[in-house]
């Protein structure tokens, strides 16, 4: 049984920086794609970035240049690194498998105070 959970969320300033952790359970982490997505107050869950399982990212216009999302097939884990953030990144982080099976965790709260 696939599992993910999050961590790293929590509250910053302005400008701030945070770094997400995913942790997934399982066999299949390695050839699987790996993302985050995010879903703030009142709005739709949106794509934030993705990682294949040989690496090639794909980002959100509203994050590039400021977030990087990385794994590590030996820890089963995925990694969004965010700097200079900012008030409208606030949202709840959500971590995407996708591929051979689809799972979601349970998000972290991302708060970005001006």
């Known amino acids: 049984q696939v599992r993910l959970v999050e961590s790293g969320g929590g509250l910053v300033q302005a400008g701030g920086s945070l770094r997400l952790s995913c942790a997934a359970s399982?066999?299949?982490?390695?050839?699987?794609?790996m993302g985050w997505y995010r879903q703030g107050p009142g709005m739709q869950r949106e794509l934030v970035a993705t990682i294949t399982s040989g690496g090639s990212t794909n980002y959100a216009d509203s994050v590039k240049g400021r977030f990087t999302i990385s794994r590590d097939n030996v820890k089963s884990a995925v990694y969004l690194q965010m700097n200079s953030l900012k008030p409208e990144d606030t949202a709840v982080y959500y971590c995407?498998?996708?591929?051979?099976?689809?799972?979601w965790g349970q998000g972290t709260q991302v708060t970005v105070s001006s």
């Open positions: 995407r498998m996708s591929g051979f099976v689809e799972r």
């Open positions: 399982g066999s299949i982490f390695s050839i699987s794609t």
